[in-house]
């Protein structure tokens, strides 16, 4: 079953090592055990439900409480300590666009707000409820995930938009094909989501983001229907796709997407190289990423996270054997690992591979193989489960992403860094942070930074830290001309930056946008943009 009140399937157990925990007592000091809240008594401090019934909404706090918040650290702040606050009035669970429709239209005639419920990953706080002064109906997309055609000509796909990533992958792989989408949040996010968030893949660089992805679909909005038809191309007008991707829920509700996909990769390899330092990395990526090589991941991490990563591995032994052939090498301290991913025919992917190697070898990288590569491809979706683990040592993860130019991209990642230690000095605690580049373009990167700290036991005191942190690292993010959110969307945590990137009237046309679909304000208030 999954977990109320953190990541993932609650029989997934993880723990950290011996050695990663004296690596954080280290760093940061010895932390103290939480005293979590039960699910019950949560459920227990919940209000009474404002809704009337209706046959396909189920109002118990049970459901209530599973929907009320996603996977931000202040939304887990509130889980774990018990302190909900507002959770919605009922909890409705579509199987048909139809159903949506008549949801809406109870949401209507209620006078209840409407939050869209996929996965509950966001963690950027799209799913809390801002204002409770009316009712407020959750729709879980989640009954709603059947591959509805398969275009094979075409190569288009139409699900209805609530299935998860598995089951999408799964439906696709029994005819040979793939869409290629694979964020972190991969195990439990759904397509809808993916597209009201311009959510990117680990595997963008081949398959793409997901703007490039989705090619058309149907929303249900307050207002009607609208159909977006699939086209190769078109010059005609603006693009409604484009008023969907990143919409965040504020227009209606994605029921279904179209999306291109590809063949089943006949061959796919990740491998890991190492570089004496940041700046050589940094140089080999940039060089990788504008020569356009067939590659389907370049993902570099500074010199903490790789410390870190090998730290928190385990194998201690083999790890300092490692390391000490690295040292041979010239990759001592400071050494910065480079994730190469490859995906596709043998023909395209080994010169592929070969070039990316050799490229990187001019820049001092040494090629240690597949086993690091493969070792993250296994857990690429499990490493979030790391939450769980350093909670429970009393221990809290959060983190930001941004994208900049290359210029910029050094200079970014070490003031939001810079910005983080500095961020819990007035309480006398210490940050451990680490960055790497997620996605690479030929144009910049994206700045991927984690955050480790003590908890302080008590929410008042964690949540105001998380919002100092959250405040001081945003404004690194602005000051270095970053966008405020790569792949996570604004949610209401990056809202209060979002006016600087996209300037008065830019965000006076995304509200007129949103009221024509929305007459009344009740898609997902609060989020985007306040009004």
């Given at each position: ?39 019950d ?63 809406l ?21 799209h ?84 703007e ?7 929303v249900?909005?307050p ?25 965040e ?10 999306v ?61 054997l ?30 592929a ?28 979706f ?39 230690a ?15 580049l ?21 929410f008042?005191?964690d ?22 959110s ?20 830019g ?25």
């Open positions: 079953m999954r977990r109320w009140n953190g990541w993932g399937d609650d029989s997934i157990e993880t723990e950290l090592a011996p050695e990663a925990r004296a690596f954080l007592r280290e760093r940061l000091g010895q932390g103290s055990t939480p005293n979590d809240a039960s699910f008594a949560a459920c227990a401090q919940l209000a009474p439900g404002r809704l009337p019934p209706h046959p396909l909404v189920d109002a118990s706090p049970q459901a209530r409480l599973r929907h009320a918040l996603g996977q931000s650290l202040p939304d887990w702040l509130r889980l774990r300590h018990g302190r909900v606050g507002a959770a919605p009035d009922g909890v409705g669970y579509p199987e048909s666009a139809e159903q949506v429709r008549e949801l239209a109870f949401a209507a005639s209620t006078g209840a707000d409407v939050i869209p419920y996929g996965g509950g990953t966001s963690v950027a706080g799913l809390g409820i801002i204002e409770a002064s009316r009712p407020v109906l959750s729709i879980d997309m989640g009954r709603m995930r059947a591959l509805v055609s398969l275009d094979r000509e075409a190569q288009l796909a139409t699900f209805c938009a609530g299935v998860a990533g598995p089951d999408l992958e799964a439906q696709l792989r029994a005819h040979g094909y793939t869409l290629g989408h694979f964020p972190q949040s991969f195990e439990y996010s759904t397509l809808g989501g993916w597209v009201v968030t311009r959510s990117s893949g680990q595997q963008s660089l081949r398959y793409g983001r997901i490039g992805l989705f090619a058309g679909g149907r249900e909005t207002r009607g229907t609208l159909e977006i038809p699939t086209f190769p191309a078109s010059s005609a007008g603006i693009d409604l796709r484009e008023m969907v991707l990143g919409s829920g504020r227009l209606g509700i994605l029921t279904h997407a179209t291109r996909i590809s063949r089943l990769p006949q061959h796919e390899a990740f491998h890991a190289v190492f570089f004496p330092g940041w700046e050589q990395a940094v140089a080999a990526v940039r060089e990788l990423a504008q020569a356009r090589l067939p590659l389907s991941m370049l993902r570099l991490s500074n010199a903490v996270e790789t410390t870190t990563m090998l730290t928190l591995a385990g194998h201690a032994r083999l790890v300092r490692l390391e000490g052939w690295l040292s041979l090498r010239g990759c001592r301290e400071g050494k910065c690992m480079l994730m190469i991913g490859v995906s596709g025919a043998k023909a395209q992917t080994l010169p591979l070969r070039a990316a190697l050799a490229l990187a070898r001019g820049h001092g990288g040494v090629h240690v193989g597949r086993v690091l590569g493969e070792r993250w491809r296994r857990n690429r499990r490493s979030v489960y790391l939450r769980n683990a350093a909670w429970a040592q009393g221990y809290a993860i959060d983190t930001v992403e941004t994208a900049v130019d290359w210029p910029h991209v050094s200079s970014a990642m070490d003031g939001i860094e810079r910005a983080a500095e961020a819990l000095q007035p309480w006398g605690e210490r940050m451990h942070a680490y960055t790497h997620s996605h690479l373009y030929p144009q910049g990167a994206s700045v991927y930074s984690t955050f480790v700290f003590r908890l302080a036991g008590s008042e005191a949540l105001a830290r998380w919002r100092q942190l959250k405040t001081r690292v945003s404004e690194a993010i602005v000051a270095a001309g970053g966008t405020i790569h792949q996570h969307g604004v949610g209401a945590d990056h809202a209060p930056w979002l006016g600087i990137e996209k300037g008065e009237l965000l006076g046309a995304m509200t007129a946008l949103f009221r024509h679909f929305d007459p009344d304000g009740r898609m997902n208030p609060g989020k985007l943009v306040a009004s």
